[in-house]
Antibody, heavy 124, light 112 residues
Framework: QVQLVQSGAEVKRPGASVTVSCTASGYSFTSYYIYWVRRAPGQGLEWLGLINTKSGTPTYAQNFQGRVTMTRDTSTTTGFMELSRLTSEDTAVYYC?????????????????WGQGTTVTVSS | ETVMTQSPLSLPVTPGEPASISCRSSQSLLHGNGYNYVDWYLQKPGQSPQLLIYLASSRASGVPDRFSGSGSGTDFTLKISRVEAEDVGVYYCMQVLQLPYTFGRGTNLDIK
């Protein structure tokens, strides 16, 4: 079945980096974008960015420019999100989701499949 | 960035009654192709978010037809015709036209 499986929970010190992986199965990996979203405790959802899995081109939210790096490995159908210079404000559950179609396309279909979430805790 | 203003932030509803959530954007989300790039998501307690509506009014696969989305330009609405107990959670609107893509603050729907 179609699914996205994310890597396990992480605990990091302030200033460190974390990488979350998102492995896709059950569909053509390069036919969908991968978006990354997070939800901090007591907060709402926040969009971090996306990666075009066909070209490997990322697009980042301005708030995370310079701190986030999104990549993908088509051989393992896996997307990666690395966040550096962590602070306590980065403590959150991080999600990946697939999106078919791009903005401006009539085929845009929303984030229709989500990973199970990865809890990242930043604490000294 | 495009600000998405959701209301209400809290919505207690009696089962079987209708519910409505409003989302207003600070910029038009109507693309030149005629589509409005607005999604609605529900995050149930302890679960990942799930897609309800995309392109403002298209219901996602498997979503019950009691959910509907409407609106154009800057004003959008999610309606639930008859709320069921399983509908509890936080509802978010999201715009995917202008970078960075942005969510509303969320509406916490619970059962009276």
């Amino acid at each position: 079945q179609v699914q996205l499986v994310q890597s396990g929970a992480e605990v990091k010190r302030p200033g460190a980096s974390v990488t979350v992986s998102c492995t896709a199965s059950g569909y053509s990996f390069t036919s969908y974008y991968i978006y990354w979203v997070r939800r901090a405790p007591g907060q709402g959802l926040e969009w971090l960015g996306l990666i075009n899995t066909k070209s490997g081109t990322p697009t980042y939210a301005q708030n995370f420019q310079g701190r986030v790096t999104m990549t993908r490995d088509t051989s393992t159908t896996t997307g990666f999100m690395e966040l550096s210079r962590l602070t306590s404000e980065d403590t959150a559950v991080y999600y990946c989701a697939r999106v078919g179609g791009y903005t401006g396309s009539e085929y845009y279909g929303g984030m229709d499949v989500w990973g199970q979430g990865t809890t990242v805790t930043v604490s000294s | 960035e495009t600000v998405m203003t959701q209301s209400p932030l809290s919505l207690p509803v009696t089962p079987g009654e209708p519910a409505s959530i409003s989302c207003r954007s600070s910029q038009s989300l109507l693309h030149g192709n005629g589509y409005n790039y607005v999604d609605w998501y529900l995050q149930k307690p302890g679960q990942s978010p799930q897609l309800l509506i995309y392109l403002a009014s298209s219901r996602a696969s498997g979503v019950p037809d009691r959910f509907s989305g409407s609106g154009s330009g800057t004003d959008f609405t999610l309606k639930i015709s008859r709320v069921e107990a399983e509908d509890v959670g936080v509802y978010y609107c999201m715009q995917v036209l202008q970078l960075p893509y942005t969510f509303g603050r969320g509406t916490n729907l619970d059962i009276k």
